[in-house]
């Protein structure tokens, strides 16, 4: 079984930055992507960045702004958010996938006041 925990969420003003962490806790191997999803009130849940062993990619508004990082040794996956605005606000969450198996974690909010 595996256990997805995050952290780093708040309220922070427009410009400012926040970072995310996602600790894996259990069987966390050969592991395919680690990703950032975020879905705010009303919207559906969309890709924010996403941590492939072919690379990185990021949700178009986000770039430049979010980086996606893991430290394996860890088991754990950052997202390191700049330049923050108020449309980012939204619960985060951090998932990680083995082909069709994934795993999702609780949600941390983050809130950016203009």
């Known amino acids: 079984q595996v256990q997805l925990v995050e952290s780093g969420g708040g309220l922070v003003q427009a410009g400012g930055s926040l970072r995310l962490s996602c600790v894996g806790r259990g069987s966390i191997f050969n592991v395919n992507s680690w990703g950032w999803y975020r879905q705010a009130p009303g919207k559906q849940r969309e890709l924010v960045a996403i941590d492939r062993d072919i690379g990185t990619d990021y949700l178009d508004s986000v770039k430049g702004r979010f980086t996606i990082s893991r430290d394996n040794a860890k088991d754990t996956v950052y997202l390191q958010m700049n330049n923050l605005k108020p449309e980012d606000t939204a619960v985060y969450y951090c998932?990680?996938?083995?082909?069709?198996?994934?795993?999702w974690g609780q949600g941390t909010q983050v809130t950016v006041s203009s």
């Open positions: 998932n990680v996938r083995w082909g069709i198996i994934e795993y």
